[in-house]
């Protein structure tokens, strides 16, 4: 059961997961989304897969083999999707006596890789408070918060915890188009944090460094490269040029199952392509990339679960 993140924050609408084909389609909806948490949906994916398979241990290894390729395949930017998958199968490597068995570890690897997801954003949220140091005027892109990883949040984890030490924070919400994760999901769980806030247009936010209102950008990650280049949704690299010309500060808050030690730079990463009728409603060609790489060159720090990294990055040993 998925909490259905294409209607909120106006709606509050669960959709079930019956087969793995409804899971690809919620995935490619973005009723589930945020790296993070497409781990969790992926490791999920894979139990959900075994429980469709057939009751004999040869005929469940294959079938359910078959439907985690599905699932890893449905969006191809965030490596947690991918890594949550390959996390549930390893675990029918592992010697299993019955079908009933693999099932049940399954299931645990899933709720073990939620659990440990929300584990890992509670201290990304500390080790970036302290390498922001004082604030006052966050900006963020995109929703990096709890919808976004099963939980508490990376970006949205290091604001709460700096607004919790500083009275007045202000958190800058670009609305973050096409589908408005922005305006639609990180305002809403400001608003129930009780965070001051301002959702400004994406086009708004070169003007407001220029007028000195923001202190730092802080955003999340769907992949990071081995060198440190970071995927992440689509605007993120222009607000890194933006920050890097007015000399302020952005970080990357994520997880280590977001670090792809396996992809040495940005350019090997795979950015999604989604439906032009996101951004056209007249059947214009439209190109309409989900995401974009910021190279590490503008990157102030890393911040992961492990601590705050600075440049030169070399993530090739950061594993979960
Ligand atoms: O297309 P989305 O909504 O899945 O994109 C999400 C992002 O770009 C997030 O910033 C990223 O996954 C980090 S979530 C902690």
Redesign the pocket.
């Known amino acids: 059961m998925l909490l259905d993140q294409t209607v909120l924050p106006t709606t509050v609408r669960e959709r079930r997961c019956v087969e793995v084909a409804d899971l690809v389609q919620a995935i490619q909806d973005?009723a589930v989304?945020?790296?993070?948490l497409l781990g969790v949906a992926g490791a999920m994916g894979v139990w959900l897969a075994a429980q469709s398979a057939p009751d004999h241990p040869q005929g469940l290894r294959q079938y359910v083999t078959e439907q985690a390729a599905r699932v890893a395949a449905a969006r191809p930017t965030?490596v947690n999707l991918r890594w949550g998958v390959e996390q549930a199968l390893g675990e029918l490597d592992r010697p299993w006596a019955s079908v009933a068995e693999a099932r049940g570890r399954l299931q645990a690897v899933a709720e073990r890789i939620h659990r440990d997801e929300v584990a890992r954003c509670l201290i990304i949220g500390t080790n970036g408070a302290e390498a922001l140091g004082p604030v006052r005027h966050l900006m963020t892109?995109?929703?990096?918060g709890g919808l976004?990883?099963g939980g508490y949040?990376?970006?949205l984890g290091v604001i709460r915890v700096v607004a919790s030490r500083t009275p007045g924070l202000h958190v800058w919400v670009p609305e973050t188009r096409p589908?408005l994760?922005g305006s639609r999901l990180t305002a809403f769980e400001l608003a129930e944090a009780g965070i001051a806030h301002t959702v400004v247009t994406d086009n708004a936010c070169a003007a407001l460094f220029r007028e000195g209102v923001v202190d730092a950008v802080v955003?999340?990650?769907?992949r990071i490269a081995a060198n440190g280049d970071t995927a992440?949704?689509i605007g993120t690299y222009a607000l890194a040029v933006i920050a890097h010309h007015h000399g302020v500060p952005l970080i990357v808050a994520?997880p280590s199952s977001t670090v792809d030690p396996d992809t040495s730079t940005g350019a090997g990463i795979i950015i999604e392509q989604r439906p032009a009728s996101e951004v056209t409603p007249y059947g214009s060609p439209a190109r309409n990339d989900?995401?974009d790489v910021t190279p590490a060159a503008l990157v102030r720090a890393i911040v992961t679960e492990h601590g705050v990294l600075r440049a030169p990055y070399d993530l090739r040993s950061v594993r979960p």
Do not use: H, S
């Not at 989304?33 to 993070?36: I, S, Y």
């Not at 892109?141 to 990096?144: G, M, P, V």
């Open positions: 973005l989304r945020g790296a993070p965030a892109q995109c929703n990096a976004a990883t949040g990376t970006a589908l994760q955003v999340g990650a769907d992440n949704k994520a989900a995401f």
